[in-house]
């Protein structure tokens, strides 16, 4: 006959990490990737756009909408 195992009654140590916050490094380095990458999303879109001779603003605001709509649909 086969017995069930009971359930550990402490934690593991992977729920204890887990459970613990990302520390002010972890923070740190997640604060600067975040900030690299917004700069790199807006040094792309603005060589992207340098030969865009456009009077107007809509232009630029569709493709923000764009943006936002695939990323709100990606998630």
């Known amino acids: ?3 069930v195992a009971a359930a550990p009654t402490s ?4 729920h ?3 459970s613990k ?3 002010f490094v972890g923070t740190l380095i997640f604060i600067g990737v975040l900030v690299v990458g917004i700069a790199y999303i807006g ?3 603005s060589r992207d756009l340098v ?3 456009v009077t107007s ?3 630029y605001f569709l493709l923000g909408l764009a943006l936002f709509v695939a990323l709100d ?3």
């Open 1 to 3: 006959m086969s017995t």
């Open 11 to 14: 934690p593991s140590a992977v």
């Open 16 to 18: 204890e990490k887990f």
């Open 21 to 23: 916050g990302p520390g």
């Open 43 to 45: 040094w792309s879109l």
């Open 51 to 53: 030969n865009l001779h």
């Open 57 to 59: 603003v809509l232009p």
């Open 73 to 75: 649909l990606n998630s």
